[in-house]
């Protein structure tokens, strides 16, 4: 269970969330809640390219909620699962204005790992952005817990994974992810530095988003167009680098 308490900072323009360590987790903008202010979880948005309507999302790590706040707003279609193994991090969701839980939103105190182990649900998408004071917990980036993901995905479904960039415990995080997913995952690092978005699911899922990349990016709502324009040429090279994929399209 964790022991770090989390640690509101505020000035006239936003309000963030940390651990006891310095590294702000999440940061909503005052005037506007439901944007997403830091880079690396617009990145993660990149799955609107693969998925662009889900029926389900589970979102493992809560925060201050952007990601949620974000997605609740603009995929009104969509059901939300959160899974926050903090029970003082839920009882900040007043004060990051985060929708209290209804027909479409639940939020539950528990593990993520071991929630994905027992569901019996399958999702749409996976969101994984579970750090804590220390980092990213072992429990969520494990062999056993990429494959309970691939196992709780639908069969075009998409997981995607905050994970810190370049380190060696980074590098061997993505080879456990690619064991899981048999090689079909996305890194994109984010630019703002330190973190690094892994996007895994089937291979044909990402040969048909490599085929068809600026036909999707058109169809793409202009809120999200404007989320996604840092990161979407970023995502588009980590298409191109994937070995079972044609090079030079």
């Known amino acids: 269970m964790p022991t770090d308490p989390p640690r509101l900072h505020s000035n006239s323009q936003t309000l963030s969330l940390s651990f006891t360590s310095s590294l702000i987790q999440s940061s909503m903008r005052l005037a506007a809640p439901d944007e997403l202010v830091l880079d690396y979880t617009r990145a993660m948005m990149g799955f609107l390219l693969a998925q662009p309507a889900p029926r389900s999302v589970l979102m493992i790590g809560l925060g201050g909620g952007s990601m949620l706040k974000y997605l609740h707003r603009h995929l009104p279609e969509t059901t939300f ?55 990213l917990p072992p429990a969520l980036s494990s062999r056993r817990f990429y494959e309970d993901a691939r196992r709780a995905l639908a069969d075009d479904g998409v ?71 840092a990161s979407s040429t970023r995502l588009e090279r980590a298409l191109r680098r994937l070995p079972q994929l044609p090079q030079g399209l």
């Open 81 to 135: 699962t959160v899974v926050e193994i903090s029970q003082a991090v839920i009882d900040l969701r007043n004060a990051f204005l985060i929708p209290p839980d209804s027909d479409r939103l639940s939020t539950l105190c528990d593990d993520g790992a071991r929630f994905l182990r027992h569901t019996t649900q399958r999702f749409d998408v996976i969101l994984v952005d579970g750090f804590d004071g220390s980092g």
């Open 159 to 229: 997981l995607v994974a905050n994970v810190q960039a370049d380190t060696a415990r980074s590098r061997e995080i993505q080879q456990r992810l690619r064991r899981a997913f048999d090689g079909a995952v996305l890194a994109v690092e984010s630019d703002e530095g330190g973190n690094e978005v892994l996007l895994a699911g089937a291979l044909t899922g990402w040969q048909a988003l490599h085929a068809a990349f600026e036909a999707r990016w058109q169809a793409l709502e202009a809120v999200h167009q404007a989320t996604l324009s």
